[in-house]
């Protein structure tokens, strides 16, 4: 497994931008597909976006599509997502995950956790 440290959250306004990070430790960081996810007060995780462990395939949720992308820099051992337009719906706990080689995009199927980053949009 791979450690998973998030940052970049924070408090924006509805419109802004904020970009998290995910810095990465562990085994090899490029045999793992990534994915960020997000849970609001007494809502169930959802999934956000999800990339390959090259970069070239991305998967995003309807409802960020257009507005968010996420990237990887397997040189840093770190994958991106930078969030724009930002709505008051965004608001939520955004987790990094990781699972060793295909891409997914549902929750039991990424093994590795970070502890999470708060993402707070106001109207």
């Known amino acids: 497994q791979v450690q998973l440290v998030e940052s970049g959250g924070g408090l924006v306004q509805a419109g802004g931008s904020l970009r998290l990070s995910c810095a990465a430790s562990?085994?090899?960081?490029?045999?793992?597909?990534m994915g960020w996810f997000r849970q609001a007060p007494g809502k169930e995780r959802e999934f956000v976006a999800a990339?390959?462990?090259?970069?070239?395939?991305?998967y995003y949720a309807d409802s960020v599509k257009g507005r968010f992308t996420i990237s990887r820099e397997n040189a840093k051992n770190t994958v991106y997502l930078q969030m724009n337009s930002l709505k008051p719906e965004d608001t939520a706990v955004y987790y990094c995950?990781?699972?060793?080689?295909?891409?997914?995009?549902?929750?039991?199927?990424?093994?590795?956790w970070g502890q999470g980053t708060q993402v707070t949009v106001s109207s």
């Open positions: 562990g085994r090899t960081f490029s045999s793992y597909a």
């Open positions: 995950a990781a699972r060793l080689w295909d891409i997914r995009t549902t929750t039991g199927a990424f093994d590795s």
């Open positions: 990339i390959n462990w090259g970069g070239s395939n991305t």
